[in-house]
């Protein structure tokens, strides 16, 4: 037997434990996706791409972490599974070799007034505690030192039975919160315009109230009318001033109108409960609409917007309050934590310094934990979510991340990488959606969907390392390496929007003449101060902005209705057939009376997932068999929300189907690249990119001469971009004036010009640091911007 022979009979086999080192997707057919199957391998970064729409997040969030998710519930008892969310089983055959999945996604952290950085990360728990043990003078417990917490006291008898007796004694208590009480911990208190809540020279009986949703044909209305408070056919500027208090201020009280237990409440409150308890971002527009117009809000004079009781604020460690560190940039709070030495809380301390180091590593140091968690971006909530992760002592997971370069500069992202490179390095499956090439190009594994987006994508295009992905002739292969050059002429500018002073957040006195009748580009890094400016200081009837704030809708929400489409479609349709334009709804008069207009029927099957089953009586069409006997261009209206837009385009350009508004939306959304979505397509279906698009389509038929874009390269791949360039240059040369907050050094190489602020985040940001052509910017180099667009350049 020969020494090899010897060799390899000694080695021992390999366990079986050892095979699954994969994720195994066999017939994937969930959204768009065409039955793909491929292997996924375990403890690797696994970028996924294709252009926005083609199925990445249908493969990786809809199948993969679905799954994950669904069967890890299903390993609590039935009883803990009544109270948690239901999740169907996505529509694949089989999923082998998966593991925990830690979803870490773009979605807004939650929008309470009362929700912070710090509360969301727990920063502002762990400074709680260290204030409570080394605060001076003593206060209490951490529930001290937390604006959420009111304090209170009681006393009274309590009865209770020893030996046999009935015994009574006096007991008393109280807590010690942090909460001022003032504000309630809100840090700002609210003062109302009384004549955006009523017409005071109408009765309630003849609508005087304004506000939304508080109709005298509605619930509110039939509690207000019947209360006995109020003279329900009097008009409201001849109240008496006990009507008047009642009306707007009486507190919570049980009454019964119409042999119906109810709650009266006065207006005022009754509104700081439905409205003001959320954060401006994530009310409804017309929710928004009125709260600007009828709230004014100042901060609160007791504590300073701090939310915290003066005894809170009293107590300090080395000089500092609680509210004085909150309110410090993370990256500055982070030194002054490593300043303190206190054996008796070394435990504290440290973990205290991983999680603040933590946030000035992911590129988060310019925010404070004071800012309200409601008003990041999707890019900084998603890394926010991830300071929960990077000291985890957790392996062998699988992490999931959605496009986590997104409000990165080109500065950023290499640490950002790194950060995805040490999670994989400690043992972990690492999946990424990404368009970013940087990101791409680190990657062990990439799979690419296509290849277009819709029905035209949803197929497996390419699987394998990037080398690879370079020659695949793919569209992500053929655009890997794409760079867009300068412009050989600038356009010249008509005039100038004059900022003058801006101070708000971060800015340090700005003044900076903005040019029109150009594509101006905002650029420098994240916290640089770019929204700041343009978001405080250009306002007006002539100012369209477009930021990043998602389009929310449900199930029943699709492309017409959130596009404004369908009004003069249904019009259209009521013209020609002289009926009502409720009827080619199928949210309202015309939907199938089986499905309430869903398409679908759902049964719930209690903890288990509930089943949808297409509704037998109109087909998925949605609409009532009536409605449907109804034409208009020889099409019923079911018919036309199947097309997708570039037929739609096609058959309201002309003819007897000729419908002129129609027209003009549709084509604004085949410019952004959304033909082939299908116009009644679910808004729940579509991608993030495809949902930004679909924003940015709606909004451009609003009347403006500026335009401010927030990041519109969001969700695209390399091959949208270009198309985004085109709409952009046609916006301009027709007329507009395009300003673009932007990272992607694509459109800073295609702008006019420059707008560079820096040179830092945070208090170390603000300033103007460059304004000129692109071509000035790569020459000069002395920014950030500059190194990173000359090095594009270069290629």
């Known amino acids: 037997m020969s020494a090899t022979s010897n060799a390899e009979a ?64 299903e390993t609590y008892s039935a009883f803990l599974q009544g109270f948690m969310p239901t999740l169907a089983r996505p529509d694949v055959d089989v999923l082998g070799g998966l593991t925990t999945a830690i979803v870490v996604d773009q979605e807004r952290m939650g929008a309470d007034t009362r929700s912070t950085v710090g509360t969301a990360t727990d920063t502002g728990a762990l400074l709680r505690i260290l204030f409570s043990r080394l605060g001076e003078p003593h206060i ?19 009865s209770f039975e020893r030996g046999g007796k009935t015994v009574k004694e006096r007991r008393s208590f109280s807590v010690t919160g942090g909460m001022c009480p003032h504000c309630e911990g809100r840090g700002a208190v609210t003062d109302f315009d009384r004549t955006a809540l009523y017409d005071d020279s109408k009765s309630l009986a003849q609508g005087a109230l304004t506000v939304p949703g508080f109709s005298m044909d509605g619930w509110y209305g039939r509690i207000y009318m019947g209360s006995g408070f109020v003279d329900p056919d009097k008009p409201i500027r001849d ?26 409440e006065g207006l005022i409150p009754r509104i700081r409960k439905s409205f003001l308890s959320k954060d401006r971002e994530a009310m409804q527009p017309h929710i928004r609409a009125f709260v600007d117009r009828a ?76 800012r309200p968690s409601g008003t990041l971006s999707g890019g900084e909530a998603q890394r926010t979510k991830m300071i929960r992760h990077l000291g985890s002592s957790l392996t062998d997971v699988t992490y999931v991340f959605d496009e986590p370069t997104i409000g990165l500069h080109p500065h950023d992202v290499q640490r950002m990488n790194e950060l995805l490179l040490r999670l994989r390095d400690k043992g972990n499956t690492v999946l990424v959606v990404e368009h970013e090439p940087e990101t791409i190009a680190i990657a062990d594994h990439v799979v690419e969907l296509g290849p277009g ?45 004059e900022i003058r002073g801006a101070d708000a957040h971060n800015l340090r006195d700005v003044d900076v003449d903005v040019p029109l009748g150009v594509l101006c580009a905002v650029t420098g890094v994240a916290g640089s101060g770019k929204s700041s400016l343009l978001g405080g200081s250009l306002t007006g009837e002539d100012v369209v902005t477009i930021d990043q704030t998602p389009i929310r809708g449900s199930r029943r929400s699709n492309p017409a209705t959130c596009t404004g489409l369908l009004d003069p479609i249904r019009k259209a349709f009521a013209k020609a057939n002289g009926v009502k334009p409720a009827l080619f709804s199928a949210n309202s008069e015309g939907a199938c009376p089986n499905c309430k207009g869903a398409g679908v ?45 570039v037929e739609a385009e096609e058959f309201f350009a002309a003819g007897e189907s000729r419908i002129p508004a129609a027209h003009a939306i549709l084509r604004r959304l085949v410019d952004v690249g959304l033909g082939y979505l299908r116009l009644g397509q679910p808004l729940t279906t579509l991608s993030g990119g495809e949902r930004q698009r679909l924003k940015l389509a709606a909004r451009m038929g609003e009347r ?75 020459a000069d180099r002395g920014t950030l911007t500059g190194q990173h667009l000359a090095a594009y350049l270069a290629g």
């Open 453 to 497: 987006a819709g029905s035209e994508g949803g197929a497996l295009c390419y699987e394998g390392p990037v080398a690879g992905l370079r020659d695949s002739g793919t569209r992500t292969g053929r655009h890997l390496d794409d760079r867009v050059g300068l412009k050989d002429e600038v356009r010249s500018r008509t005039g100038v929007l």
């Open 10 to 73: 000694r080695q021992p086999a390999r366990h079986a434990a050892d095979g699954h080192d994969a994720l195994r997707v066999r017939g994937a057919r969930e959204n768009n996706l065409r039955d793909i199957s491929l292997e996924i391998p375990k403890r690797r970064l696994t970028v996924f791409t294709g252009v926005s729409g083609s199925g990445k997040s249908s493969l990786v969030f809809g199948t993969i972490a679905a799954e994950s998710q669904r069967m890890i519930n």
């Open 295 to 370: 709230v004014t809000f100042t901060g609160c004079p007791e504590c300073a917007g701090t939310r915290l009781s003066a005894a809170a604020r009293s107590s300090k460690i080395a000089g500092i309050s609680i509210a004085d560190a909150c309110a410090m940039q993370i990256s500055d709070l982070a030194e002054w934590v490593r300043a303190l030495e206190e054996p008796s809380v070394a435990p504290l301390l440290a973990s205290l310094r991983d999680t603040l180091d933590s946030f000035v590593e992911i590129g988060l140091g310019y925010l404070s934990l004071d």
């Open 140 to 158: 209490g417990s951490p529930q001290a030192f937390s604006f959420n917490v009111a304090s209170i006291s009681g006393a009274g008898a309590v």
């Open 239 to 264: 109240y008496t001033g006990t009507e008047l208090d009642a009306l707007l201020h009486k507190e919570a009280t049980k009454i019964k109108v119409d042999d119906v237990n109810v709650t009266y």
């Open 601 to 645: 029927v759902y049964a719930d099957l209690g903890m288990m997932a509930g089943v949808a089953t297409t509704c037998e009586e109109c087909a998925g069409r949605r609409f009532a068999d009536s409605v449907l006997d109804h034409h208009f261009g020889g099409r019923d209206i079911s018919e036309v929300l199947g097309m997708s837009v």
């Open 704 to 778: 403006g001469g500026v335009y401010v874009l927030d990041e519109p390269t969001t969700g695209l791949h390399l091959a949208d971009v270009e198309q985004l360039l085109g709409l952009l240059d046609r916006l301009v040369d027709g007329g507009k004036s395009v300003i673009v907050i932007e990272h992607d050094l694509a459109v800073v190489a295609h702008a006019d010009w420059i707008i560079d602020l820096g040179p830092g985040a945070g208090h170390d940001g603000g300033r103007i640091v460059f304004e000129g052509t692109p071509a000035e910017l790569a």
